[in-house]
C-alpha cells in the first residue's frame, strides 16, 4: 500500500466499534497519510449491551460520543450517523438511499465495509450493510435516474473504483500496521461500553493475532482485506 493508492475513503461500518475492532490500523495509517477518510455509522448502537439497567436511548448517546472520540485519535474527515435502529438493518429502499447519498456526498475512491457473505453464524447488521453498501456502489450510485432527488440536492453521481472488505473470509490484501499499532488500540479502546479499558494484556493478546496475519506477508502486524476492482 503506498501513499498514491487512494485519496478518499469511505468507510461504512454497520455499529460504531466495528471498524475499529478489524481495520483500526489500515485507517490510522491512511489518516497519517493525508488520506480525506469519512466515516459513516449505520446504526445507533442502541442494543451493544448486557448491561440490563442502562436505557437504550443513553447507551446510544454514549456510543456516539465514543465514536467521535475515536474519530479525534485516528483524524478523520469527517463522522456520519445515519442513526438507523441496532439489529434492525434491512436491504431495503431507505438503507440504500442513505448509502448512496454518502457515497455521492464525500465522492470515495475506495469504500471500506464489511464483507457480506459469510459461511458462519454472523451478526445480521453486518451481512446487511455489506450487502447493501455494494448495491449502493453498482449500479445505484453511479445512475443519475437512481434517487433523482440528489441532484435536485446538487449530490451527482459518482464512481466507486474500489471496495474493500473487513473481517473477509478469503482475504487477499494486507496492510503493513506495524506503526500505528498504537493509534489502533487508542481508537479502538475510546468504545469503552464495547470494549473496556485499555490494558497490556489486552494490547499483547492484539499483537500476537496481528503478528499472525502479519507472518502471511512478511510484516510484523497487518489487518487483511478482500479487495475488489469495480471502475478504473
Not at 469511505?10 to 477518510?37: F, N, Y
Not at 450517523?81 to 455521492?104: W, Y
Not at 440528489?150 to 503493513?176: I, M, N, S
Not at 489486552?202 to 493475532?209: F, K, L
Amino acid at each position: 500500500m503506498t501513499a498514491d493508492d487512494a485519496d478518499s475513503i469511505l468507510v461504512v461500518t454497520p455499529h460504531p466499534d466495528d471498524s475499529e475492532s478489524s481495520a483500526g490500523g489500515t485507517i490510522a495509517r491512511w489518516c497519517a497519510e493525508g488520506k480525506k477518510v469519512v466515516l459513516v455509522v449505520c446504526t445507533d448502537g442502541s442494543k451493544g449491551t448486557s448491561d440490563r439497567s442502562v436505557k437504550p436511548e443513553d447507551l446510544a448517546k454514549t456510543r456516539e460520543a465514543e465514536t467521535l472520540n475515536a474519530a479525534k485519535v485516528y483524524g478523520l474527515a469527517g463522522v456520519e450517523f445515519l442513526r438507523m435502529p441496532d439489529q434492525a438493518l434491512e436491504d431495503n429502499d431507505e438503507f440504500r438511499e442513505k448509502i448512496v447519498r454518502q457515497i455521492r456526498k464525500h465522492k470515495p475512491r475506495i469504500l471500506l465495509t464489511v464483507e457480506p457473505d459469510r459461511s458462519y453464524l454472523r451478526h445480521r447488521d453486518h451481512a446487511m450493510t455489506g450487502r447493501v453498501a455494494l448495491d449502493a456502489i453498482f449500479p445505484y450510485s453511479r445512475d443519475h435516474l437512481a434517487y433523482p432527488e440528489h441532484l435536485e440536492e446538487g449530490l451527482e453521481p459518482h464512481k466507486v473504483e474500489e471496495v474493500w472488505f473487513f473481517r473477509a473470509e478469503k482475504p487477499d490484501t494486507y496492510v503493513d500496521i506495524t506503526d500505528y499499532f498504537e493509534a489502533r488500540q487508542n481508537a479502538l479502546h475510546s468504545h469503552v461500553s464495547q470494549v473496556g479499558e485499555r490494558s497490556e494484556e489486552r494490547d499483547q493478546r492484539t499483537r500476537e493475532r496481528l503478528s499472525e496475519t502479519g507472518k502471511k506477508i512478511g510484516f510484523p502486524l497487518a489487518e487483511s482485506f478482500k479487495r475488489i476492482k469495480i471502475f478504473r
